[in-house]
């Protein structure tokens, strides 16, 4: 980032933020009550930590959405990033729980056409919200806009490895894919979740380049906790 926002140009990315986050919300709040409900019906475990994965990612972009209302969306970096990495580790415990259970009571699911049907389109929506919002977010320098689309990333690989284990089932009768499915997905909740939760460091730096503006040439010191 070598050349300098403009107070215009800064604007424009944190409005193009808000709109890609208001899409996600609107997109995440149907696949959650969707996958929610077809998983139940279908007692999927990871159809329904699909949907409770989508409600996370409600939570994490709502809290970037309101971090961009703010008059300095830079100050409040740490603790959005804070609530971000939470929401994963309780993603993570909530999703390694079922598929274990799913594993040893050896629950097979059942066929889900709508679970097949959403995964897949989730497969094809996702990343391109996630590559808009992560492009905005790294010329911005915002830390949590970065986070909130590697969430949204996350939620494809989701989308994929559900479908997988939906399809597996349905075509071969392997039920335990379906759990297999929801463990990938733990690890990578928690991998993000660290992520997240660490970002801190780097974040501050950034807010330091927004204070000053004509000299970020100098190497920030990412140490300070």
Same mark, same amino acid.
């Given at each position: 980032?070598?050349?300098?926002?403009?107070?215009?140009?800064?604007?424009?990315?944190?409005?193009?933020?808000?709109?890609?986050?208001?899409?996600?919300?609107?997109?995440?709040?149907?696949?959650?009550?969707?996958?929610?409900?077809?998983?139940?019906?279908?007692?999927?475990?990871?159809?329904?930590?699909?949907?409770?994965?989508?409600?996370?990612?409600?939570?994490?972009?709502?809290?970037?959405?309101?971090?961009?209302?703010?008059?300095?969306?830079?100050?409040?970096?740490?603790?959005?990033?804070?609530?971000?990495?939470?929401?994963?580790?309780? %993603?993570?415990?909530?999703?390694? &729980?079922?598929? !274990?259970?799913? *594993? +040893?009571? $050896?629950?097979?699911?059942?066929?889900?056409? @709508?679970?097949?049907?959403?995964?897949?389109?989730?497969?094809?929506?996702?990343?391109?919200?996630?590559?808009?919002?992560?492009?905005?977010?790294?010329?911005?320098?915002?830390?949590?806009?970065?986070?909130?689309?590697?969430?949204?990333?996350?939620?494809?690989?989701?989308?994929?490895?559900?479908?997988?284990?939906?399809?597996?089932?349905? %075509?071969?009768?392997?039920?335990? &894919?379906?759990? !297999?499915?929801? *463990? +990938?997905? $733990?690890?990578?909740?928690?991998?993000?979740? @660290?992520?997240?939760?660490?970002?801190?460091?780097?974040?501050?730096?950034?807010?330091?380049?927004?204070?000053?503006?004509?000299?970020?040439?100098?190497?920030?010191?990412?140490?300070?906790?």
């Amino acid at each position: 980032m070598s050349t300098t926002l403009t107070a215009d140009r800064r604007e424009t990315l944190h409005r193009r933020i808000r709109i890609i986050v208001a899409i996600t919300i609107a997109y995440n709040l149907i696949e959650a009550v969707v996958a929610i409900a077809a998983g139940s019906i279908a007692s999927s475990a990871a159809l329904v930590g699909f949907g409770l994965d989508s409600t996370i990612e409600v939570l994490s972009a709502a809290a970037v959405a309101w971090q961009f209302t703010r008059r300095d969306p830079e100050r409040w970096e740490k603790p959005t990033l804070r609530a971000i990495a939470v929401a994963f580790f309780a %993603l993570a415990v909530y999703v390694t &729980a079922t598929s !274990v259970l799913a *594993l +040893v009571t $050896a629950e097979r699911p059942e066929h889900s056409t @709508i679970g097949i049907i959403l995964t897949a389109i989730s497969v094809v929506v996702m990343p391109f919200l996630s590559f808009a919002e992560r492009r905005a977010g790294r010329e911005a320098g915002s830390a949590t806009a970065v986070a909130d689309s590697k969430q949204t990333l996350i939620c494809t690989y989701l989308s994929a490895a559900v479908l997988v284990g939906l399809v597996a089932n349905s %075509l071969f009768g392997w039920w335990w &894919a379906d759990a !297999v499915a929801g *463990l +990938v997905i $733990a690890a990578f909740a928690v991998r993000e979740g @660290i992520e997240a939760w660490k970002g801190d460091a780097c974040a501050t730096s950034v807010g330091m380049i927004f204070e000053d503006d004509d000299h970020d040439h100098h190497d920030h010191d990412d140490h300070h906790h």
